[in-house]
């Protein structure tokens, strides 16, 4: 397999770095930065047509990574979810007991998350093994930060800064660990991908991205696509207290690769609001299109954090999706956060309505390294293709 490939290189290398001067390096290595990461969460759900599921899970991740030694750095992490209870819920199909629950996609797993070599020289850093690999809002590229096994990337990534505010990335893409575990038939996927990204900061209009995300998954052929986009995002000084913020994206989409689709989508964002201490409040309209009955697709993205939380868009419908929203920010009494999202679904094609969601998130820091959160999701249908959705979350996080 590619990827063990991929993985034996970057543990040679890693190899070779040691023996090459090993006293210093044996600095490098005792300076090196231990990680540890625990989240304890329970997920509730409630879907029209099935059991609820009752997820308690645990997420601990472990890791180290060495100081910079000559330009290289290594780093290893390990992590391991564990259910209380894992018939309480579906665990993406992975368990026949719970096949009329609503889906958790926490399943149980234990497996090395991060494994990796770089090197930099001057403003040019060269990674390869397992990594994490996170593009702009993670619109395309993510890490799935919410779910609990962390999606993340068998890669050899370029990342060079030396044109002044300006960051260039390339990335060849082996194979995908999704966020399914390595149990599940979709939980690894082969790929033969390359992904292009170029961002510029101007320090009056903001940050003007262009990308092209060329994907191609052996084994997850209909995710095959090429994304050709532009973006821009950026604020402007109203007064001392008060900025107004916009975003814009404009992205083309079609069949690449091994895809057997023939389509041609576009993609579309556009942002308005206003921020200021107390908080803020945002104004978009996100269309992801459709052609030949294929929807606008976003495989590689953070999916949780888009079109509603209660996510029934992962994959984007046959008709195209259009999500009219509004999102607010408040800065309560006790150092909590308050987050909220209400949004209006429709098909980009024929306008046929989907649905309303309201989305509620409460969190707050205790200390420097424990944040609770609680959050709630609840989807009403307008359409008989979908079910009615409500989802809670009471999580506790400790991040070393």
């Not at 007064?239 to 992205?251: G, M």
């Not at 978009?284 to 459709?290: A, F, N, T, V």
Request: proline fraction near 2%.
């Amino acid at each position: 397999m590619k990827s063990a490939a991929v993985l034996t290189l970057a543990s040679l290398l890693a190899t070779a770095a040691i023996g090459a001067e090993p006293a210093s390096l044996a600095d490098a290595v005792a300076q090196s930065k231990v990680s540890l990461n625990a989240r304890l969460r329970y997920e509730g759900v409630q879907q029209t047509g099935l059991l609820d599921a009752n997820a308690l899970t645990l997420r601990t991740r472990l890791g180290f990574t060495t100081a910079k030694f000559a330009g290289w750095q290594f780093s290893a992490e390990g992590e391991n979810v564990a259910a209380f209870d894992g018939d309480a819920f579906n665990q993406s199909g992975l368990n026949p007991a719970a096949a009329r629950r609503a889906v958790v996609a926490d399943p149980e797993t234990t497996e090395l998350n991060q494994l990796w070599l770089a090197y930099s020289h001057d403003k040019t850093t060269a990674t390869l093994g397992r990594q994490k690999l996170i593009l702009d809002n993670a619109r395309f590229v993510g890490d799935v930060g919410w779910r609990q096994n962390q999606q993340t990337f068998d890669a050899f990534v370029v990342q060079d800064k030396s044109l002044k505010n300006t960051t260039l990335t390339y990335a060849y893409l082996d194979q995908i660990n999704r966020v399914f575990s390595r149990r599940h038939a979709q939980g690894r996927w082969d790929s033969e991908s390359h992904v292009v990204n170029a961002a510029y900061t101007d320090a009056t209009l903001g940050t003007v991205t262009g990308y092209a995300y060329l994907l191609d998954f052996a084994n997850s052929a209909a995710n095959s696509c090429a994304t050709y986009g532009v973006s821009l995002v950026g604020a402007q000084k109203l007064s001392d207290a008060l900025k107004f913020t916009y975003r814009a994206e404009l992205a083309t989409q079609a069949n690449y690769g091994s895809s057997t689709l023939n389509y041609s989508a576009l993609y579309n964002c556009v942002e308005a609001g206003l921020a200021g201490k107390p908080g803020s409040v945002t104004l978009g309209h996100e269309l992801l299109g459709s052609d030949n009955n294929v929807g606008f697709k976003t495989p590689l993205a953070t999916l949780h954090a888009f079109n509603g939380w209660a996510d029934l868009f992962l994959a984007t419908p046959a008709a195209g999706l259009r999500d009219v929203y509004v999102k607010g920010t408040a800065a309560l009494p006790q150092a909590v956060v308050l987050t909220a999202f209400h949004h209006w679904f429709e098909a980009a094609k024929g306008g046929a309505d989907f649905g309303t969601e309201t989305d509620v998130m409460l969190s707050r820091k205790f200390g420097k390294y424990i944040t609770a959160t609680a959050k709630f999701a609840d989807f009403r249908r307008d359409s008989l293709a979908f079910p009615d959705v409500r989802k809670v979350w009471l999580q506790v996080e400790f991040v070393y």
